[in-house]
């Protein structure tokens, strides 16, 4: 069982929005704002999308946004494209990850 | 470019030893957090271990402290992750990672697999 609780499947039709939850505690999601989200494609290793809750690494397209309320964080995909079909990871300090979402483009 | 690239994955049983390495370029590795991360085969990922810059501080994920050690070398630029007592339950995908900052993991490197089975 995983530290943050997220939905083991998403999915959205190309060009929709689509909205990943990550919950957590008052220990971790509800103390700070390092939450970051990872994208793994099969095969491959994961990528860093969303760091410090919003923040997105250089190359990362805008598509991809990060919010957080209490001790639930938030991925949101815009203009979803097949490329995005992927499983995607939150993880938050120090070192707990998500169980992981498959998302779909359908 | 900023690689990593780990080595020393395999096959082991169970009770055996393994020592996993990784070697790093582009990155200025001695001022760097390094940590590793696994991930058994169709789960999800699993915070392993992390080592500060000068090797002084560590900490070990609650499913490892005691067997594993982590460790590395500033003068060759590498990082190392001893194995010890391996259970089947340690058979995965071991990622070497940079820390950025707060668990926040923006280098990756193509993963070692390491099997523990009789």
């Known amino acids: 069982q995983s530290a943050l609780t997220q939905p083991p499947s998403a999915s959205g039709s190309p060009g929709q929005s689509v909205t990943i939850s990550c919950t957590g505690t008052t220990r971790d999601i509800g103390a700070h704002n390092y939450v970051s989200w990872y994208q793994q494609r099969p095969g491959k290793a994961p990528k860093l999308i969303i760091y410090?809750?919003?923040k997105r690494p250089s190359g990362v397209p805008d598509r991809f946004s990060g919010s957080k309320s209490g001790n639930t964080a938030s991925l949101t995909v815009s203009g979803l494209q097949a490329e995005d079909e992927a499983d995607y990871y939150c993880g938050s300090f120090v070192g707990l990850f998500g169980g992981g979402t498959r998302v779909t483009v359908l | 470019e900023v690689q990593l690239v780990e080595s020393g994955g395999g096959l082991v049983q169970p009770g055996g030893s393994l020592r996993l390495s990784c070697t790093v370029s582009?990155?200025?590795?001695?001022?760097?957090?390094m940590t590793w991360v696994r991930q058994a085969p169709g789960k999800g990922l699993e915070w392993v271990a992390i080592?500060?810059?000068?090797?002084?501080?560590?900490e070990y994920g609650g499913s490892v402290e005691g067997r594993f050690t982590i460790s590395r070398d500033n003068v060759k630029n590498s990082l190392s992750l001893h194995m010890n007592s391996l259970e089947v339950e340690d058979t995965a995908v071991y990622f070497c990672?940079?820390?950025?900052?707060?668990?926040?993991?923006?280098?990756w490197g193509q993963g070692a697999l390491v099997t523990v089975s009789s």
């Open positions: 990672t940079r820390d950025r900052g707060f668990s926040s993991f923006d280098y």
């Open positions: 410090e809750v919003y």
């Open positions: 080592i500060d810059p000068s090797g002084s501080a560590i």
């Open positions: 582009g990155l200025t590795f001695s001022h760097t957090w």
